[in-house]
């Protein structure tokens, strides 16, 4: 999917919501521990009760990985459900991979090819050869991890250099070398508020990948106070918030009810460039 693509779904659909499909088999309702997939069952009824709603979804492979191939399998038929059904929308594989090139062009090719997802979030600590793979692709996206919504962000992403640069901030300049706005995004979490200021400076033009709503408490309002470009630029995920909102019977709704609520906003907040 292209940049423009992309834009033109938020603005159709008044929305910049990534729903996270990070589902845990401890955490779905018990009646669904019963059906032959049940994370696929889950993942189902989530998607229809809010592809109207967002742009993107966002499974986390770690959910999937962690059941060996039953969680392949559950991951694969939900990518294909998404394609099928829901052509529209960006997926991302939130895999956060990267290693020495040969061994980035096969993940590249696990994600980007065989799984076909729009999408695969990259750590960029191992420099320009572990990122490349993942850029030879056309019309895919790498999702390069700046600045992190977690505490542990501080460790090392605020790490400043003699001219005051902030790691994160040499990752943005850097990381431009290798791929543009067209094929490269970021994730800034919703937890670094005033940050995106800074952010901005670097990549005006660049969407922005932006967990942390919800569950990790970060500001919907504030991020898009300095995040916002004239195309958007954001896309702000949100996975437990959503996805157990509700854990009965009628958790699907529950979903939906948590989706409308942040899309609702999203379009207030997408009036001031609109
Ligand atoms: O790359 C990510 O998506 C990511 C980066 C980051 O800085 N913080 C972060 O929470 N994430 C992911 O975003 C999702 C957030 O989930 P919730 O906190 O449940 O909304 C999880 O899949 C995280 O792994």
Avoid at 128 to 157: H, M, R
Avoid at 203 to 208: A, D, G, M
Avoid at 237 to 260: H, L, P, V
Wanted: aromatic share 10%; proline share 3%.
């Amino acid at each position: 999917m292209t940049k423009q693509e992309l834009f033109e779904q938020i603005k159709k659909k008044e929305s910049f919501l990534c729903v996270g499909l990070d589902t845990d088999p401890n955490k779905i309702p018990a009646h669904l521990l019963y059906e032959e997939d049940p994370i696929f069952t889950f993942n189902k009824e989530i998607i229809d009760a809010t592809a109207d709603l967002c742009v993107a979804y966002k499974p986390n492979t770690a959910f999937y990985e962690s059941l060996g191939i039953k969680g392949w399998i559950a991951l694969g038929k939900t990518i294909q459900y998404i394609k099928t059904y829901y052509p529209e929308q960006f997926i991302i594989a939130d895999a956060k991979r990267g290693d020495i090139g040969n061994t980035s062009a096969m993940y590249a090719r696990t994600f980007l090819d065989d799984l076909n997802v729009d999408a695969v979030t990259v750590a960029p600590y191992m420099g320009e050869d572990s990122v490349s793979p993942f850029l030879s692709y056309e019309n895919k996206w790498v999702i390069l991890l700046a600045l992190t919504s977690n505490k542990g962000s501080q460790d090392f992403q605020l790490f400043k250099n003699e001219e005051g640069q902030h790691l994160y901030e040499r990752v943005l300049e850097k990381s431009q070398d290798w791929g543009n706005d067209e094929n490269m995004m970021y994730v800034v979490g919703a937890t670094q508020g005033k940050s995106f200021e800074a952010i901005r400076k670097y990549v005006p033009n660049h969407f922005l990948l932006v967990p942390g709503v919800g569950a990790q408490g970060g500001s919907l309002q504030e991020v898009c106070k300095y995040g916002l470009n004239t195309q958007c630029g954001l896309l702000v995920n949100s996975s437990r918030g959503i996805i157990y909102a509700d854990n009965t019977i009628d958790y699907a709704e529950g979903a939906r009810n948590a989706a409308k609520t942040l899309q609702l906003q999203m379009a207030k907040e997408l009036e001031a460039i609109l």
